[in-house]
């Protein structure tokens, strides 16, 4: 009998601690409860506007690639301002075709523009590379010759394009009639 009372005793004194605890942290708790059942319908609602963002996006793209033949200007001004939507991969897409664009209209100078006012968002080195490859190719014919040795410069590590520059500069050599340094160039690429 005396168990009895004691463990009555022990669930009140336990039911007690309980509501006093309640009653003494009742925001807390309630708050607690509203962020554990937010928490996961917020998130889900971000992940559908940002999916939905990114659709529209690639729409908007690929609108812009059928509206080239049709209407250059306008698929321009897309193809714009798709670059400043902040996705990486519709900002590359975006740029690689503005830039395609300049090169079929053989409007040069404003594909040296486009090469220049585009940055990355990250340092890399092989992109550092392709991009000092465009702007050699693009300029090529008017290039001297420590313009096309600086925009080829190799780097302390190997390059990955490097056969591609030195045959770069042997064609700028004999475009040149410089048949000394384009041997030289050559002797080193074996």
Excluded: W
């Excluded at 509203?34 to 609602?45: E, F, V």
């Excluded at 420590?146 to 050599?173: A, G, H, P, T, W």
Aim: net charge positive.
């Amino acid at each position: 009998m005396s168990n009895e009372i004691d463990l009555q005793i022990k669930d009140e004194l336990l039911r007690d601690k309980i509501v006093k605890f309640y009653n003494k942290n009742k925001n807390k708790i309630v708050v607690l409860f509203l962020i554990i059942i937010l928490c996961p319908i917020l998130l889900q609602i971000y992940f559908y506007f940002n999916v939905k963002n990114k659709q529209k996006l690639i729409s908007e793209y690929l609108r812009a690639e059928q509206l080239i033949n049709i209407n250059e200007s306008e698929s321009l001004k897309i193809l714009s301002s798709l670059k400043d939507s902040g996705k990486d991969v519709i900002v590359g897409l975006s740029h690689a075709k503005i830039l395609e664009i300049y090169l079929n209209e053989g409007d040069y100078d404003k594909a040296l523009k486009e090469i220049n006012n585009f940055k990355y968002k990250f340092s890399n080195e092989i992109l550092d590379d392709l991009t000092s490859i465009k702007k050699t190719i693009i300029s090529f014919d008017q290039l001297n010759e420590n313009e096309i040795l600086q925009l080829l410069k190799k780097n302390e590590k190997k390059s990955y394009f490097e056969i591609i520059k030195k045959k770069l500069l042997f064609d700028f050599y004999i475009k040149n009639n410089q048949i000394q340094k384009a041997n030289q160039i050559n002797r080193i690429s074996k």
